[in-house]
């Protein structure tokens, strides 16, 4: 996504989160979050390698990489898997992950929680696609940020963490809580310094990833399985930092 168009979501989203409506920003990823691309990769490997694998079988086993890591022809899976990211047909119209669509309905549910952006690794070429998407299954009609071309994919951690820092800095949220499944985008949000942002990981679809629970939640991260627990998670999140920033009373008005 351009500069340009950044700043001008984070004026708009100044507008929504600085006037006191909304204390809590929820920043969402898109893949094995939201939506849930698995049985699309499944045929593209059958299509392409020969291979019969089952969406419950890439699930346990973390995703597609794990499994084809140590295989010859691992170099062609990273050649595909590159060109259907960028693929619009491969980033449209895909189903929502089991319960993300009623997660996302209670969080804004919560007093003073509003989804403030989507945040992705998808490239910006399928920018509107996923956007679109995400609106045909009743998600918030939100921006998407999608990774911009000098970007690796190797490197999606820490732009992650670059937007929400900036994002923190532009529009001074009360709050930040990050749903995302990529295990790897707490470990960044230390060298940040900022104490806004709270990763919330989500397991989902993926749910053997594998995970240091204990280093996540010496960052106030907390890693749960499934999005049923997620309101929960957060409305007790909410509770703890806004006891810690504005005393009891204040959080109740
Ligand atoms: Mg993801």
């Known amino acids: 996504m351009a500069r340009s168009e950044l700043s001008d979501w984070w004026d708009e989203l100044s507008a929504t989160f600085h006037d006191g409506r909304y204390r809590c920003a929820l ?18 490997v059958a299509r392409d390698f020969h291979l019969e694998l089952t969406v419950d079988e890439i699930e346990a086993a ?5 499994m084809l890591r140590y295989r010859s022809d691992y170099v062609d899976f990273v050649a595909l898997a590159n060109r259907l990211r960028g693929d619009l047909a491969f980033n449209s119209d895909l189903p929502a992950v089991e319960g993300a669509l009623d997660g996302v309905r209670a969080l804004e549910r919560l007093s003073k929680v509003k989804v403030a952006f989507y945040l992705t690794t998808r490239p910006d070429v399928v920018r509107l696609e996923t956007s679109e998407n995400l609106r045909a299954v009743g998600f918030p009609d939100r921006p998407v940020i999608t ?4 970007v690796s994919r190797d ?31 707490a470990a960044h ?14 397991l989902g ?5 594998v995970v240091d629970r204990e280093a996540f939640e010496e960052l106030h ?17 909410l509770d703890e930092e806004f006891d810690r920033m504005f005393g009891e009373d204040d959080r109740r008005d």
Do not use: C, Y
Not at 147 to 150: F, I, L
Not at 193 to 198: E, T
């Open 27 to 44: 920043v969402l990823d898109v893949d094995e979050t939201l939506l849930n691309p698995l049985e699309r990769w499944r045929d593209a």
């Open 62 to 66: 973390g995703g597609l990489d794990p």
């Open 147 to 150: 990774r911009p071309v000098h």
């Open 155 to 185: 490197q999606t951690a820490e732009w992650k963490a670059d937007v929400l820092v900036e994002f923190v800095t532009m529009v001074r949220p009360t709050l930040v809580i990050v749903v995302d499944d990529n295990p790897n985008l």
């Open 189 to 202: 949000i230390p060298a940040m310094k900022i104490n806004l942002l709270r990763p919330l990981l989500l």
């Open 205 to 209: 679809p993926l749910s053997n990833a």
């Open 221 to 237: 991260g907390v890693p749960t399985a499934s999005w049923p627990d997620v309101p929960r998670i957060v409305e007790t999140m």
